[in-house]
Structure formats: structure tokens, C-alpha cells
């Protein structure tokens, strides 16, 4: 077991991710094209897909919400400055019913949401670390600290050339003086030398003729793994290399995407100009893309790389999925939700929102009405859906463009949540924080 893979609750997927990335490369290097950049590319195109059905069931949720708004915006103005505890539970219980005729539950896209979240921000302690699960990759560097170990005083050598090439600590440990470190604490830091730190440790340990020998073979290998288009090697850091490099087409390729994948979210709502949720989804089509670019600007290239390809990707697929929801039957989803919604009652389950309204019931002291409510429920959910879409029609609420800015936020929280966790480890990095999991 590699020391450098992440620990807690998110190893068994970070190993799961790393598994199906070392899959990758070893297919590409089996066939002479070992490279960490079209890895990158390929893990992120079959993660997305991996994730689709969830992300496709979000969606549908979405498109679910918007035809409901117009009788949930209805239930809540009936109940709006009504504090009362039974006008709460009465309102929960309108809102149970509306849920119960659209066949959906209101904790649906929150589940999804949930069930990917471990493996988004797993996936970030990958690519971190890369040479921590792709062990062809760790093993190049386990040639050269081999014969590193041999040389008398060479933690003290180590120690130094860290300190001379300036890397930060953050989702690595590093190397503390005066302390023999391991192989995998050596991995770790190596795996964030730039070529001049390379040239460092060449010179600290020159009096090694094997030391030297080790590092000018297998750096070479280690340099042909990381080079990507236009020279880019995927270890540098676009800071680091200047406002006119051609790193940066990496920052500026992650805002672009991440733009267009926003703006594919989003370009289905028709929210009113004035209204607060608008203002956050304009605000959000700007602060994403900015936030893209910072963030893939001030860590490596490779790390930039699976940035921009998981907008790109997300933007392929919505463009995708917006194209099968415009034609998908929506009373026949309707009526296949509502069926599954009425197995799961058959069972004795009850939903989200049934259990909210007793609660509240309960609290203000209502007697409990389950079984005659039950009744009323199931009659409010056997409405003609037609009925419902001819409404919608007439009051000119287009289904495809009346999204709830909520269902907007579930859609976005995964990559949120995802750069949200990346901006915390940069925030530590910077901050000079030991966060590295060993």
C-alpha cells in the first residue's frame, strides 16, 4: 500500500480513481504512448461518464422543478408571514401533495449531489499525487532515490535542495531537517521538481557518480510522461513561468470551458431580470470562469489540464442532455415517477416531506391525520398531468426555460464543491499548512 495515497474516508475511492488511471496509462504505454497528459484526458472523459446517469437524473429533476414552480411559488404566497407552527405543517403537507403529483422527492438531486461528492474530491488527491497510484510512474523516481540512500548524509542533501526550490507544503508533507525521510515522503517532493530543482539535486549529490547516472536516465522518462502540447510539461506552474508562456493556454482553456459549460446550465432559465436568483446565476457565469483561471494559473499544468477537460466534458454532455430533455415525454415521465413514488409508499416508506410534515404536526400539537391525508394525497396526485401542461401552456410557462435558481444550484454544486475543496487546499498551501495525508 502506498503511504502517499490519501487516507480517511476518501481512500477507497481515491484508490478506486487512481486504479482506473494507472488502467489508462498502462494501456497507453503498452502501445508506445505513455503520457501523463492524454491520461489525464482519457480519466476525464470516462469519470464523467461513469457519472452521467446521476447527472442526467439531476436534470431531470431540474426540468421537474420548473413545471412545478408555478404551483409552489402558489403554495407558498398562500402561506407567506405565516409563522404558526400548523400553517407550517399545513404547507408542508400542500407541498408533500405537489411533490406526490409530479412523482419526484425533493431530496432526489440532494442524494445524487451527495453520492458524488466523495469521488469528486477524491479525484483531486489523484491528480495531486499522481505518481502515488500510476506505479510506473513511482517507480522512476524509486530508481533514483535508491542509490540516493546509499550516500552518507544525503537526508541533510535532500533537505537542502527542497528548501532551495521553494516548494510549499500543502497536500504534500515535506521533508523536515534533521529527519530521515522516507521513500515515499522523497516521492512526494520529487514529484514537484521543476527541471532547475532536478538540476539542484544533481549537484548536491555529484559526488555520486550512480547518483547522478540515476537522475539523468530516468528524469529524461519521467520529462517525456509530463511533456503535453507546445512543450508544456505538466509538472510547471503557469505562475511560475510568466504572463506570455504558453502555459498559459491552460488557465485561459479552463475559464473557457467552464464558461461555456456555465452558460449551458444556465441558458434555459428564464428567470426574471429583477428577481434575486437571477442576479446570483449572472454573477455565477462570471465567478466561475475567473475563479477557473486563478486557480488552474497558480497550480501545475497537469492539475489545470483535468480542470479544463472536466468543463469541457461537462459542457459536451449538457449540451447533450439539453437536447434529449426537449424532447423527452414529459407525462410519461411524470406518470413512471409517480408509479416508483407510489411502490415506495406501497412499502411503508415515507418521503422527505411526509416525514418533515408530521414532525411539524407533532410540534404544533395537530393530531395526527396520516391516514385521512393519505387519501387527499393520493387524489391531488391523481390529477391529469395533461391538465397541468395545458395550464403551464396557457399561462405561458415554458417547461424547458422556468428553472428554479435551486435546482441550478444542485447542479452546480459538484463542480463547486469540487473547486471549492481544490481553493481550501490552495488556501493551505499557501498558508504554509502540513496538510499532506501520509
Not at 476518501?10 to 488502467?23: Q, R, S
Not at 550512480?210 to 503535453?228: C, G, L, P, R
Not at 486563478?294 to 483535468?306: C, K, M, R
Not at 390529477?383 to 452546480?412: C, F, Q, R, Y
Request: positive net charge; proline residues 4%; glycine residues 6%.
Amino acid at each position: 500500500m502506498l503511504l502517499t495515497q490519501q487516507s480517511g474516508f476518501l481512500k477507497p475511492f481515491a484508490i478506486a480513481m487512481g486504479w482506473i488511471m494507472e488502467w489508462i496509462f498502462n494501456i497507453l504505454n503498452a502501445i508506445g504512448i505513455g503520457n501523463i497528459g492524454i491520461t489525464i484526458i482519457l480519466f476525464t472523459i470516462v469519470i464523467r461518464v461513469i457519472l452521467l446517469p446521476m447527472t442526467i437524473k439531476q436534470q431531470k429533476f431540474s426540468k421537474m422543478t420548473q413545471l412545478m414552480q408555478p404551483e409552489m411559488k402558489k403554495i407558498q404566497k398562500k402561506y407567506r408571514g405565516k409563522k404558526d407552527q400548523a400553517s407550517i405543517a399545513k404547507q408542508n403537507e400542500e407541498i408533500q401533495a405537489l411533490y406526490a403529483k409530479y412523482g419526484v422527492s425533493p431530496s432526489g438531486s440532494c442524494l445524487q449531489m451527495i453520492i458524488q461528492l466523495p469521488i469528486l474530491f477524491s479525484l483531486y488527491r489523484v491528480m495531486y499525487n499522481i505518481p502515488a497510484y500510476i506505479r510506473p510512474m513511482k517507480e522512476l523516481f524509486v530508481n533514483i532515490i535508491t542509490p540516493i540512500q546509499q550516500v552518507d548524509g544525503f537526508a541533510d542533501k535532500f533537505y537542502q535542495v527542497q528548501q532551495a526550490s521553494n516548494i510549499k507544503p500543502g497536500m504534500v508533507k515535506l521533508v523536515e531537517e534533521g529527519v530521515t525521510p522516507t521513500v515515499n515522503q522523497m516521492v512526494d517532493v520529487m514529484n514537484k521538481f521543476t527541471p532547475e530543482a532536478w538540476e539542484k539535486l544533481k549537484d548536491a549529490f555529484a559526488s555520486s557518480p550512480d547518483v547522478v547516472a540515476a537522475i539523468s536516465e530516468n528524469t529524461a522518462k519521467i520529462h517525456d510522461f509530463n511533456q503535453f502540447l507546445f512543450g508544456i510539461n505538466l509538472t510547471e506552474t503557469p505562475a511560475n513561468m510568466g504572463f506570455f508562456s504558453v502555459y498559459l493556454l491552460i488557465p485561459i482553456a479552463a475559464a473557457l470551458f467552464s464558461f461555456l459549460s456555465s452558460y449551458s446550465m444556465m441558458s434555459k432559465s428564464n428567470v426574471d431580470k429583477n428577481d434575486p436568483t437571477a442576479k446570483m446565476t449572472k454573477g455565477m457565469m462570471i465567478y466561475m470562469p475567473l475563479m477557473s483561471a486563478f486557480i488552474s494559473f497558480t497550480v501545475p499544468a497537469g492539475l489545470g489540464l483535468y480542470w479544463a477537460m472536466g468543463s469541457l466534458v461537462m459542457w459536451v454532455q449538457q449540451v447533450l442532455i439539453n437536447k434529449h430533455l426537449e424532447h423527452m415525454d414529459v407525462e410519461k415521465f411524470i406518470a413512471q415517477n409517480r408509479e416508483r413514488a407510489e411502490k415506495r409508499a406501497a412499502k411503508g416508506k415515507k418521503s422527505f416531506m411526509q416525514r418533515m410534515a408530521e414532525m411539524e404536526a407533532r410540534n404544533a400539537g395537530v393530531p395526527d391525520e396520516s391516514s385521512s391525508n393519505q387519501k387527499s394525497i393520493s387524489d391531488i396526485a391523481a390529477i391529469n398531468t395533461k391538465k397541468v401542461l395545458n395550464k403551464a401552456a396557457t399561462n405561458s410557462v415554458d417547461i424547458n426555460d422556468d428553472l428554479d435558481m435551486s435546482s441550478h444550484t444542485m447542479e452546480h454544486m459538484g463542480d463547486i464543491a469540487s473547486k471549492a475543496n481544490i481553493m481550501l487546499k490552495y488556501d493551505q498551501k499557501k498558508s504554509g499548512n502540513k496538510g499532506g495525508n501520509k
